[in-house]
């Protein structure tokens, strides 16, 4: 009896009874029809509106909230003050900083994550299977062998940082876990300057510096300079430097470009380098046969790093790094703790495999919303949208081409595309983009190539018709015009 | 008409058509019921079940999905084969590893956080709003001052990780960033052997190595002995090396023992050395004033790294970092990309925040499960969770004493309670623990105290009774009969 009291005066978060179920059930499904009213009615909103002063004070201003105010009541806080004012990234004319839109899919698988709610350490469990065959179909769509390793990681920049700290330990030659980098030699990473920036801050948190990443310069299509690579190599060699690792790129974030990855393979196999590749949106690229001879020679990668949050089009966020040595990957990050102590049954039998493979311990269930996303819709769809978009982004060449107001800033090998109006300066073609960004009718970012400025355009996007490329070029032609009086 | 024809041609993983959508969304509302029915009957499932070889073949024998079996099919596959098989800690009977549990507002959360999709790197849009916020409020309820910075992380490994990097950044008295760990004399960092393996795992990522960190002594309640820190710090300043920073622990994964962390501020303060504290699961106790004076002290730290999803009870994933110096904080993350060029309006008028405060670029919107629970539930209510969970630990700390065959292996300051059945010897205590988890009627772990294995409740979990204690102790003395044989 006095148990039963107790139980019944113990809290919980959960509601107490089958009414407050009822209730926020009820609650759940109103959320899940303004999620979808949302999507649905996504291509009427702006791409982007600035959060207003109110807007800024309601969500800004709030004092710590001690007594709940109730889980419709935080909703409709939500509607009001969060949902409008995004940035963007589900329009069907956002093209800013390579980002995906995400699906209703995946949207859905996320709910269901959290339902399920597990730490995917890389227990005996559901949520494991779940990761590691997910990583196998990577693997296998990204063309490398039976056995691969890999891990999905929060974005491109972590799952690069895993493969190159994986090198890293394989290829030093002395013992980094152990001694840091004060152990050996001054290690040598080699990229383009049209690396992204994940890399420099990679080389500061691993201990490794800025001043041991060497930057080679780029060709006219801005890939990376195989005689300068091959001469910084040899000259560090001579300097008492170990060259350790190559980090290529499969779509640069400037201009979509791919560097010559199988002359960098065979370069990094003569010199026992690490061969990395950064693929953070170029890489689903390999899956359409069309473009696969594009970002061919990416499958030799010791380690290859990618989003599928930006060109697999799944929510955020979702990154994986597959490591073609399953051994190196797991040597260097595995660690014993007594509180994960060896146990010949139960759910942790096999260790915490995923947290042998990476940094973190504590990792979500993103492995699901990739399950469940390639189940339904299957790769020959994501495919086909892949295509879709450099299709698209060629469409959107020929129109800036036929533009007598625009002019191209760069090659678009892929689904970037970089443009100017024809007669402004920098100044004003940065105001062009802000006004354009300020419309609501279409985000692109900006960028610099070559020292000068540029309207980015980064197609990731699996909602964009070309009736949207033919609003932004008209945009972009009658906002020049008032910017610059012609 | 040639665009009319064009658009109609084009693809996207949106539905083509109002019935489409009609029926995706009738599928969602079909996958909230489901997820109710699943938590709402919790409590009547096993805590974990062994995923069976067929559940094995299904998930891992697939082939890639090249084409796609629709969302629905998806959705079965998750019925039956992914979500029985959890690890478990949505249980009110799991207490392994120190994992919360999550909830229904949070889980809404996740899917209103994937419907807008945002990349919160940190632009100019509510979502950057909400998680600065979130960051305010964590920081005033952790005690420390206005204008401290932070950051949501994935969990306490990267958190921890950011805030060790601060320190690194800020008081290794050289160019950390430009030459790597080559670039001036050796950091010391200072733990107590108690200490989580993040640490270990930081200090090899970031190139320090494990040579690099001294792992001082603990007392007899497993605190970090003082007298031993100082000595270290004397010997290493009198051998040329630099010390840097001491790493305490609210709340240690093994005991739930908290280091004195005024008396280590102290230190830190004479020192010069950065004072970081890992309240991983810990630190939310300072929420409470009955529990505050447990974890005092903290509020001294340069950074304190805590999770969200342990005893905030959040879905996963969430952790936080709190900075106490903004511009340390930014000075160690801080860079700048081209095609982040600077722009005066639009939605990166004012950079990428929080890319400038962690090593992640692409960040999900984990900000919006915290701002939607805290609001929703108030922190007063998470806070009488919080004190329940140590008192229902104190219960069951008197159920072991009251049990003739039970003993605690270490004293239970806050929510961990390690215990042995008496009689039994290592072996035999893990297969007691194992047959206990095999059962399915409730999950604590195993870890290793001074040297002999213990059966160990991590207690964050909001949905437990006392009753669920009861049970537990009864199933304890009954294996350990079974397999001791008295």
């Given at each position: 009896m006095a148990q039963e009291k107790d139980a019944l005066m113990e809290r919980t978060l959960d509601p107490v009874d089958a009414a407050g179920w009822a209730e926020l059930r009820a609650l759940a499904h109103r959320m899940v029809d303004g999620a979808f009213y949302h999507i649905v009615g996504r291509r009427e909103q702006p791409v982007w509106q600035k959060p207003s002063d109110a807007v800024r004070k309601a969500i800004g201003g709030e004092e710590v909230p001690r007594a709940g105010e109730g889980a419709a009541a935080a909703y409709e806080s939500f509607l009001n003050n969060v949902l409008p004012y995004a940035i963007g990234n589900t329009h069907p004319r956002f093209w800013g900083w390579?980002?995906?839109?995400?699906?209703?899919v995946g949207m859905m698988a996320e709910m269901l994550a959290a339902a399920m709610n597990p730490n995917v350490g890389g227990f005996d469990d559901s949520a494991t299977l779940v990761e590691e065959q997910v990583v196998r179909w990577m693997a296998e769509l990204m063309g490398m062998p039976a056995g691969t390793s890999g891990v999905l990681m929060s974005g491109g920049t972590m799952a690069n940082l895993v493969g190159l700290n994986v090198g890293r330990f394989a290829r030093s030659g002395f013992d980094v876990r152990g001694e840091g980098m004060r152990g050996g030699p001054e290690l040598r990473v080699y990229c383009s300057t049209e690396?992204?920036?994940?890399?420099?801050?990679?080389?500061?948190?691993?201990?490794?510096?800025?001043?041991?990443?060497h930057a080679v310069g780029v060709d006219a299509i801005h890939r990376m300079k195989i005689d300068e690579l091959k001469a910084a190599i040899a000259a560090d060699r001579a300097a008492g430097l170990k060259p350790l690792c190559a980090v290529a790129t499969a779509g640069t974030v400037n201009t979509g470009a791919v560097d010559d990855l199988t002359v960098i393979a065979d370069i990094c196999q003569a010199e026992g380098m690490w061969f990395h590749v950064d693929g953070a949106f170029g890489a689903p690229a390999y899956w359409s046969e069309k473009l696969r001879p594009i970002v061919r020679g990416m499958e030799r990668a010791d380690s290859l790093a990618f989003d599928l949050h930006k060109w697999g089009y799944m929510p955020y966020d979702i990154g994986c790094v597959l490591v073609r040595d399953a051994e190196a990957h797991k040597a260097a990050f595995a660690s014993g703790a007594s509180y994960l102590t060896a146990m010949d049954r139960g759910p942790v039998a096999d260790g915490l495999r995923f947290a042998d493979r990476n940094v973190e311990l504590s990792r979500g269930f993103r492995a699901l919303k990739a399950w469940m996303s390639l189940k339904a819709h299957g790769v020959d769809a994501l495919t086909a949208l892949i295509e879709q978009n450099v299709e698209q982004a060629r469409y959107l060449v020929q129109l800036i081409e036929q533009s007598d107001a625009l002019e191209l800033a760069a090659e678009a090998p892929l689904n970037i595309v970089c443009f100017r109006y024809r007669v402004a300066n920098d100044d004003e073609n940065k105001e062009i983009l802000m006004r354009l960004q300020e419309s609501g009718l279409a985000v692109p970012s900006g960028t610099v190539i070559s020292g000068r400025f540029a309207i980015r355009v980064a197609h990731t996007n699996h909602r964009t018709r070309r009736e949207d490329f033919d609003l932004l070029v008209e945009a972009v032609e009658r906002i020049g015009r008032e910017v610059v009086g012609r």
């Open positions: 390579v980002m995906g839109g995400g699906d209703a690396t992204h920036s994940w890399l420099k801050k990679s080389m500061e948190l691993m201990g490794m510096g800025r001043s041991s990443l």
